[in-house]
Every structure is written in structure tokens, then in C-alpha cells.
């Protein structure tokens, strides 16, 4: 940033006369390049930078609206327009920088002095709540960059970026909020240095945030109702009952009497009740925690409130028939198995299966965690990846490499939760069992895997991660799966550096980077919609 003061600042710039002869001329003062213009009797003078990318706006064209009272710039690269009475975009995103100008005896005088820096910073904001609105990614990138350059917090931008999202969330909470803490780790990791690298997880967070609520057909307000104090029964009730109103009421109460620490066993509790929503609950409840640690108060009922939405609305898988072993295996459950589990013997059993093992080795501590981790690492490893490309198979069978991912992620948020409350490990390991049951039948064991096998967890991980921030992949929910793998097996081993389970999640994780997802089925879901129409009569 060129260093001029934010007090007024007068240069030179050029004589009248010059600029008369010629009608436009660029001039150089203190690093800017400044255009000056003679319309008329008016004189223009403004960056010559086009905000878009950057071409001069001296190559431009000048012309005039209808009534001719304002004078158009047209930046030929792309078509941007500015009205250069107050530099505001016509058409595109930013507008171009004006600057105060004065003729003094047949001189042209500048005062090339920035704005004070909260006047940068708040049309800063103002320009990537426009950006936000309409997912302008190169916008977004900019207006943060802007945003840092006037000295202001990226954290605080992207607190406001999660209140513009909550009421655009129809289901509250999504994957943008699971992955922005692993995207702020990676940004705080000692690996990345410079400071536009830093800039990437923040530019991603939001982008994210900005694509799912421009993918759903907002505004989607909450209930204002606020109770008269917390109650955490009646909380957890109105979660269960799925009465959003009430529990937002309640949620409400709680964080103003004593912040988000105070729901957090009832989260816990309600994101561990059921096996819902595959999982994701208990992920996105983790995620939800670490995200309020690292942005603070300011952002507790930007993220709180949808967590509460997203529990209330989520599906609960135990309740439809391929998972009703789960309820009745939790409800006998004795904390008195002691068989010592073997990851192995996880292969090819269904739920009810799955449910039976679990049960039987309940008492077993870390050893039926680890075997539960090495048998979902050991399932994703041989994940049947023609189940990709089937086209001829019904829904259910519509499997891909995150159903095997969020078996992994959810046992590790499982772990960091039930630390808390011990007596919701055995919701969390039955319902690991659900994905092992499910995915049980998209395996292949007979596939060679040998040539996945890493010896050394780093720098395998480490170059996962650092590839994120270069990811290419326009769809957010895919990178942000595998960001979350990652950063959750990083999580694990440093926990536990020799894990028995290490060499086979280090081959799973390297296949899965190496073997790409395929995130269109055209023949799949017309074949798919054209079976279904047929049964419909
Ligand atoms: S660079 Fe000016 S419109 Fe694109």
C-alpha cells in the first residue's frame, strides 16, 4: 500500500492547458496512476485502474446518459460502466476511485490522501455484502484484500459473512460452516506464510456461504420469540419435537444469560440422540464449537442459531427400517461387552450386524474405538468405485467416496463430544455402526490396494492440505469433504502417532485424493427420474 496520509494531500498534477489540448491524460503521482479527463466544463480525475481486473480505464470510452447530465466510462475489456459524477459501477461490481481536484492559477492540483481507513474498511464491507449477494468470487477475493489492506480483521469480516448467511439457510447449518474451521487451521498452520495464502480459507469460507444461500430461495427469517429464561429440558424437547420456534426461544435465552458454553451440552446431547442426517449432526455441532472459539462472542448466534435449525430439521436415519437396529441396541445397551473387537470383523456385516459387534465389545473402551475407525478406514479403502458410474441401480444405491468420508468425520467430532459426556459414546459407536452396516455393501474386498499404502503419514497429509488451497474444484462441497478428512485424521494421529489403524487410513486417504469424485450423473438421475415416473401410474 502507497503510504500517503489520510489528512488532505495536495500534488501538483498538471497544467489546465494540457489537459484542454489532449481531453484525457494519464499522470503519475506518488505510485498512483491518476486519469484525468475534460468533459465539457468538467474535469474528471480517477484511478486509471478498472476496478474489474485492472486494465486502464484511459482506453476507455467516454459517452453520456440519455439526458446527457452524467459522464459514462466504458472500460472496453469487459464493459464495466462508471458514472464518473461519483464513480459509482452502471454496470459490474466496484466502483472506480475518484479524487479531489482544484485548478490553481491554470494548474490542475490532486489531493491524492486515502480515506481515513474505517471509511476504507466500510466500503469495503459494503462492497462484499453485494459480492456475498450475488456470489462474485473475484469480488470477494478483492473486497477482503481491501478489507486487510485498510488494517481490518478477516475474522470479523467473516463473522458478518455467517449473519448474512443465517437467514439464507433454509436448513440452517451446512457443510460451509463444517469446513471453515479446518479452512482456519490450515490458514494458522506454520506451512502457510504469506500473507495471500492466508487470504484463501477466508475468500473460500465466504464463497461457499454466499453459493449455498444463493442455491436456496431465501429469506428464511427466524422466529425474534426469545424466552423468558434457559431451560435446558424444555430446549432439548423443542429439538426433538422439531418445534424451531421454541427451540430458538430457548437458544436465545441461553446465549444471552450465559453464551454458547451453556447450550452446549444440550447440543451434544440432541446431535448424539439419533443416527441423523448420516452423521453430519454431531460434525457440524463440533465444527460449530471450534468456529465460535475462534471468532469469538461476536459470532455466537450467527453459527449457534443454525445449528439449532439444522437439528431441528434434520432427518433421523434410525427411524426408517435399514437402521431400526440402532434404537433397540442403544436402549439395551450395558456397557458390559467384553469381547475384544477386531476391526476386521466388520466386513460384510450389515447394521443389525454391526449393532450386535458394538454391543458386545461395549466395555472396551479406546479398543472398540480404534476398531471402529480402522474398520471405517478399511471400508473406504475398498469402496466399490464402479457404484460411481452405475447408472441402472436405484437411489439408494447412489453411494459415492463421502458416504465412506463421514463415517471417519463424524467418529472423530464423536470423540472430541462424548469426552464430555461419556454416556453418549454409546450413541456415537452405534451409530458408526450404521455406516459400516450401510456401506458395507459398496465395498470391493478382493480390489488390490497395495499400491495405496503410504509409509509415512506426512507429507502425505500435509500435501493434501496444502493443495487446498489450490483445489480447482468449483464445487464447494467436495474440497470441503476433503479438507475435513484430513484435517480430522491429522487430528487423530496426533492423538495417537501409531495407531493400529495409521497404515490403512494413509492408504484410504491417499486413494481417495488420487481417484476423483464424479460429481455429475447425467445418465444416472435421468434413468433414475424416468423409473420412478413409470411407477408413479
Ligand atoms: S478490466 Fe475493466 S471491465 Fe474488466
Known amino acids: 500500500m502507497t503510504d500517503v496520509a489520510t489528512q488532505p494531500f495536495w500534488e501538483k498534477a498538471i497544467s489546465l492547458k494540457k489537459l484542454e489540448d489532449a481531453g484525457k491524460l494519464v499522470v503519475k503521482i506518488s505510485g498512483k496512476q491518476i486519469l484525468l479527463i475534460k ?84 466500503k469495503a464491507i459494503d462492497g462484499l455484502h453485494q459480492a456475498f449477494e450475488e456470489h462474485d468470487y473475484e469480488r470477494i477475493a478483492r473486497e477482503i484484500a481491501r478489507f486487510e489492506r485498510a488494517k481490518g480483521d478477516p475474522m470479523e469480516a467473516l463473522t458478518l459473512a455467517f449473519s448474512w448467511a443465517m437467514d439464507g439457510l433454509e436448513s440452517g447449518t451446512t457443510h460451509a460452516h463444517a469446513a471453515a474451521p479446518d479452512w482456519l487451521a490450515l490458514r494458522g498452520s506454520p506451512a502457510i506464510t504469506n500473507a495471500t495464502d492466508k487470504r484463501i480459507p477466508v475468500v473460500e469460507i465466504i464463497g461457499h456461504l454466499s453459493w449455498d444461500c444463493l442455491m436456496q430461495k431465501g429469506p428464511f427469517p427466524y422466529s425474534e420469540k426469545i424466552a423468558e429464561s434457559f431451560d435446558a429440558d424444555a430446549f432439548e424437547r423443542a429439538i426433538e419435537e422439531e418445534r424451531e420456534a421454541d427451540a430458538i426461544a430457548q437458544a436465545r435465552a441461553g446465549l444471552a444469560e450465559g453464551g454458547a458454553s451453556l447450550l452446549r451440552g444440550s447440543l451434544q446431547r440432541a446431535s448424539l440422540a439419533h443416527y441423523q442426517a448420516f452423521g453430519h449432526s454431531v460434525i457440524y455441532l463440533d465444527k460449530t464449537y471450534e468456529l465460535v472459539e475462534l471468532l469469538g462472542k461476536p459470532a455466537e448466534e450467527a453459527v449457534i442459531l443454525p445449528l439449532v435449525r439444522a437439528l431441528c430439521s434434520t432427518a433421523r436415519e434410525d427411524l426408517i427400517p435399514e437402521f431400526k437396529a440402532y434404537g433397540p441396541t442403544l436402549s439395551a445397551w450395558s456397557n458390559a461387552g467384553n469381547k475384544i473387537p477386531d476391526g476386521d470383523g466388520f466386513r460384510d456385516q450389515g447394521v443389525a450386524a454391526a449393532m450386535k459387534l458394538i454391543a458386545a465389545s461395549s466395555n472396551t473402551g479406546e479398543a472398540l474405538y480404534d476398531a471402529l475407525m480402522h474398520a471405517a478406514w478399511d471400508a473406504m479403502l475398498h469402496y466399490d468405485a464402479r457404484y460411481r458410474s452405475f447408472t441402472d441401480k436405484p437411489v439408494q444405491q447412489n453411494v459415492d467416496w463421502l458416504d465412506f468420508t463421514h463415517a471417519i468425520t463424524h467418529l472423530n467430532a464423536a470423540r472430541k463430544n462424548c469426552a464430555d459426556q461419556p454416556h453418549l459414546w454409546a450413541n456415537a459407536l452405534l451409530q458408526t455402526g450404521c455406516f459400516l452396516g450401510r456401506n458395507s455393501k459398496f465395498v470391493d474386498w478382493q480390489q488390490d490396494v497395495e499400491n495405496w499404502k503410504m509409509a509415512d503419514a506426512e507429507p502425505l497429509i500435509g500435501d493434501v492440505l496444502e493443495g487446498m488451497l489450490d483445489h480447482g474444484e468449483p464445487i464447494y462441497i467436495f474440497p470441503a469433504h476433503t479438507l475435513k478428512l484430513a484435517t480430522a485424521l491429522r487430528e487423530e494421529l496426533s492423538i495417537k502417532p501409531d495407531a493400529s489403524w495409521k497404515p490403512v487410513a494413509l492408504a484410504a486417504l491417499n486413494r481417495f485424493v488420487n481417484e476423483p469424485i464424479k460429481r455429475k450423473h447425467m445418465r444416472r438421475v435421468v434413468t433414475q427420474a424416468s423409473n420412478f415416473v413409470e411407477l408413479e401410474g
Do not use: Q
Not at 468538467?42 to 486509471?48: D, K, Q, V
Not at 476507455?60 to 459509482?88: K, M, Q, V, Y
Open 39 to 122: 468533459s465539457g466544463d468538467t474535469i474528471y480525475a480517477l484511478n486509471n485502474r478498472c476496478p474489474h481486473e485492472g486494465f486502464p480505464l484511459s482506453e476507455g470510452t467516454l459517452s453520456s446518459d440519455a439526458e446527457e447530465r452524467e459522464c459514462i466510462l466504458t472500460c472496453n475489456w469487459h464493459s464495466w460502466r462508471f458514472n464518473l459524477d461519483d464513480g459509482e459501477a452502471i454496470v459490474g461490481g466496484d466502483a472506480v476511485r475518484l479524487y479531489p481536484h482544484e485548478v490553481r492559477g491554470g494548474e490542475i492540483w490532486l489531493d491524492i490522501s486515502n480515506p481515513p481507513p474505517e471509511i476504507m474498511r466500510k
